[in-house]
């Protein structure tokens, strides 16, 4: 976003960064300085430890690693000596630290509330991470600062400090706080829009890699194109690029079903894009109405010309803190122990035109709507040591002074690496797309709405996705009800939000300095279809009627309900006015003060739009690129155990009950419960290498809350 213009003096475009944080429309928010956020200090704000034993376990793991994990949302395992966390296909067995130390299994405990995993972990793993902290400190990467912004999901909730990695201190066998920055690169316009979220007109009109349907400037095809990731996501459909293209478009002009839910058509899409692109590409497109099949037909004389398609580029986005992370269906699973799976997303954002003359006019004469496209892919790269060097590849986009040539050309080479034929061959067509998204009310101007495609086919009867080539399809949308059956405040979103949000919901929530909760809405509830086919703007939130406002749980459930769904998060939640980059205010596109916090250093406060309070922060580019820096400099990368899916059984045999804290209603003949007896996790430790059958890549910070973001 916001970076500079030109290539040698980026100084010059300190107006352009300005321009960037503005909305087109007043949004109903306040900025706030991040000082005003109450202080923590660093061992208090450390969440994860990592200790060195005293001697090797017979699994060959060298150290402890220690988290404190969210308080249960069943209070009974709150003092439980031992915890099972993950989905049913990937369980994981931690064990008080508290307990481990009293039966002198490790050095020491960093305190109550910790739970404890034993690791592989390489010493040069260690060194790596002093290194880095050299390089952060020494400022060749630019100002830096000791100043950490925690978050609690998407909100800011306090600064801290990180702590630097005592090597002497790891050889006396103490717990060793392993996971923040003691310093970062400063938050800047510049560094923001040259690493996370890149709008700068040097990028999205680079003339040698984009092209441009408003004023014909650019190179046809080039690698940022609408057509050249087109053509990229056709190559396995058996399709050509236009007709692909095309059969996309047509999924407007007739009504669709999708989970139950009617998205109705929008056969304005035929006279204000698919016709007018005909037109320009000098071949006729009529619509006609079948009798036989009760549907519209549309035909054209011949093939669009993709490189004329009427899609101009706003922006490119790293999406790096969404990295995937593996979930089942949760039979015994629970909110934490979530493994990432992947480095994150890709995404190309384009507005979509109607240009007077096409390819020959200004601004003036582009005919911007109010449509925005976004190509998000999954990054195929997987692996703790892999998704740091991804990162880090990002991370050189800050060193260049500005955008460059060399700066274009690693940009040009991390997005091929993502979108090209070929990247991910377990996916439909091969290609990496996770989904498209559009955002629109160009096409019946009284109703925004959002709208998914993917490379896929879903069965919700069966609760499936299977990757699939072929056409795009139109999906469900991510985290959002069925809003023309249910609407705003009824009983089944609330019945739903007061039982499988609140669930994922910690007991220790407070609004609003610790607001997070870990569910996914389904394709069906309470004997009814749920999730939905497509998102309307209203309700522009979602309400709880049952929503106790002096219950902390039961606000958070509400405002995460609201938060990731369509409407929420592109309205009443966030303060934004439907799109958070503006495809109609020029280039560079502005940004959402969700997105921006009002620039660095500020977050950017929404009173509840149900409640009159709390009032929530936003500063999403913050904390993408303090994730940035994390995973490429300072998350370490360790081996951590495999534990076999008879876990659950074995401990019985050995407990009477499982310790387990589910996001659903468990489907397990299994007692749930405690384990308060120190030999019971003596014996469970002597089984461990019965049950261990293998180690993996993983990051420190693997053990964490799974992100329910849908967007």
């Not at 109010?370 to 999954?378: A, C, D, L, S």
């Not at 469970?684 to 993996?696: C, D, I, N, P, T």
Request: proline share 7%.
């Amino acid at each position: 976003m916001l970076g500079a213009s030109g290539c040698s003096e980026p100084q010059a475009d300190i107006p352009e960064s300005q321009a960037q944080i503005q909305s087109a429309e007043e949004q109903p928010g306040t900025v706030e300085d991040l000082g005003k956020l109450p202080y923590v200090e660093p061992e208090a704000a450390t969440d994860v430890f990592l200790q060195k034993l005293k001697e090797p376990t017979a699994l060959g793991e060298n150290f402890a690693l220690h988290v404190k994990l969210p308080e249960p949302a069943n209070p009974e395992l709150k003092d439980s000596l031992v915890r099972v966390i993950g989905e049913p296909e990937r369980p994981l067995m931690l064990f008080s630290s508290d307990a481990l130390a009293e039966l002198g299994e490790i050095p020491k405990s960093p305190g109550s509330g910790f739970y404890t995993l034993l690791t592989q972990h390489d010493s040069t793993e260690l060194e790596r991470r002093v290194s880095n902290e050299q390089l952060l400190s020494s400022g060749k990467m630019g100002e830096v600062t000791e100043q950490s912004v925690l978050f609690q999901g998407r909100t800011p909730v306090g600064i801290s400090k990180g702590i630097s990695l005592d090597l002497q201190a790891i050889d006396t066998g103490i717990p060793v706080p392993i996971r923040i920055c003691p310093s970062i690169p400063a938050s800047t316009l510049q560094k923001w829009g040259e690493s996370v979220f890149i709008t700068s007109p040097a990028v999205v009109k680079n003339p040698a890699r984009t092209w441009d349907p408003c004023t014909g400037a650019g190179t046809q095809g080039g690698v940022w194109t609408f057509a050249h990731l087109m053509r990229q996501l056709s190559l396995g459909s058996g399709m050509s690029a236009e007709a692909f293209a095309l059969d996309w478009l047509k999924l407007w002009v007739n009504n669709q079903t999708v989970n139950g839910d009617v998205v109705a058509a929008r056969t304005a899409m035929f006279a204000q894009v698919i016709q007018p692109w005909a037109t320009a590409s000098g071949v006729t497109a009529t619509m006609t109405y079948n009798n036989s099949t009760g549907r519209n037909d549309v035909t054209l004389s011949g093939p669009l010309n993709l490189n004329i398609a009427p899609f101009r580029l706003l922006a490119i986005v790293n999406r790096l803190d969404l990295g995937g992370t593996t979930r089942g269906p949760s039979t015994y699973g629970g909110s934490t122990g979530s493994v990432p799976s992947d480095a994150g997303e890709l995404r190309f954002i384009f507005g979509v035109v109607q240009p007077n003359p096409w390819g020959a006019g200004s601004e003036a004469t582009c005919g911007a709507k109010p449509f925005t496209v976004i190509f998000e892919y999954g990054v195929p790269i997987t692996g703790c040591s892999n998704v740091a060097a991804w990162a880090r590849e990002w991370t050189k986009l800050n060193t260049y002074g500005g955008f460059t040539s060399s700066y274009l050309t690693q940009l040009q080479t991390l997005t091929q690496n993502v979108v090209l034929y070929g990247k991910a061959p377990t996916k439909g067509n091969r290609s990496a797309l996770n989904q498209i998204r559009t955002n629109e009310n160009a096409l019946n101007w009284r109703w925004w709405e959002f709208r998914e495609f993917r490379l896929s086919i879903e069965n919700p009867s069966l609760g499936t996705d299977t990757p699939a080539n072929g056409p795009l399809r139109m999906h469900t949308v991510a985290q959002t009800a069925n809003d023309t059956s249910f609407g705003s405040g009824n009983a089944v979103t609330d019945q739903y939000t007061m039982d499988k949000v609140l669930l994922g919901t910690p007991a220790g929530t407070s609004n609003p300095n610790n607001c997070n909760s870990s569910y996914t809405v389904p394709y069906s509830y309470a004997g009814v279809s749920f999730r939905g086919g497509n998102s309307l703007m209203a309700p522009n939130y979602w309400r709880v009627n049952l929503n106790n406002p002096s219950n902390p749980r039961e606000i958070c459930s509400r405002h995460q309900f609201s938060l990731n769904s369509c409407q929420g998060c592109h309205k009443g939640d966030t303060g934004t006015a439907f799109t958070h980059i503006n495809p109609q205010a020029g280039i560079p596109a502005p940004l959402s003060g969700f997105l921006t916090g009002g620039g660095p250093g500020s977050t950017f406060n929404v009173v509840d739009p149900q409640l009159g309070s709390p009032t929530w922060r936003y500063a999403d580019l913050e904390k993408r690129f303090k994730r940035l820096y994390d995973i490429a400099y300072c998350v370490q990368c360790t081996r951590a155990p495999i534990f076999d899916v008879s876990l659950p059984d074995r401990m019985v045999e050995i407990t009477g009950r499982l310790p387990i804290d589910p996001v659903s209603p468990v489907k397990t003949q299994f007692e749930i419960g405690p384990v308060h007896d120190i030999s019971q996790v003596k014996k469970l430790l002597e089984v461990r290498s019965s049950l261990v059958k293998g180690f993996e890549d993983q990051t420190v910070d693997f053990i964490q809350l799974v992100d329910s973001t849908g967007h």
